[in-house]
């Protein structure tokens, strides 16, 4: 059951979308009123996937979840969790290596936006090991990456790989 009162911010650069995402996406539209898939515009990150190629799938796959807006966004994360109303940041966490680097960023947060929560969701067991590093290199190697990604995101991967430079 979701709280009507509470907006959650879901940040990443969802490159691709995986099913972990996806699966993180649906728990966390349970949870909360309203979530923002927010699409980050990769700055820092090389990225397989144009920005509107990023959000299309997002909403390719979000679009079963009535709760759930996509929205693009560059910048610092506590200024688009504010302009969205956020109170709270859901981010994932797959293994122990994540958390040092998440709960770093989670008191960094803490700092710049004192009023908003970060909450830790961990996926469900068959996810746990799935990242989009791993998928895109799988992928770029010839490898089957369909049980990782949804059907439509598979199709974009598979044409991406076949021309790299695009």
Sequence with gaps: ??????????????????????????????????????????????????????????????????????????????????SQGGQVVVRGLRAVSDFDYEFQMAGMNRHLMPEVETVFLTPSDQYQFVSGTFVREIAMLGGDVAKFVAPTVLERLKARVARPSA
Excluded: C, I, Q, W
Aim: glycine share 6%; hydrophobic share 45%; net charge negative.
């Design 1 to 82: 059951m979701s709280s009507p009162l509470l907006t959650a911010v879901y940040p990443g650069t969802f490159d691709p979308m995986t099913l972990g995402h996806a699966d993180l996406m649906r728990r966390a539209s349970r949870l909360f009123g309203h979530l923002v898939l927010a699409v980050a515009a990769g700055h820092h990150k090389k990225t397989l996937f144009s920005l509107e190629e990023r959000l299309d799938m997002a909403r390719e796959v979000a679009s079963e979840y009535p709760n759930v807006e996509v929205v693009a966004f560059s910048g610092l994360l506590s200024e688009f969790v504010r």
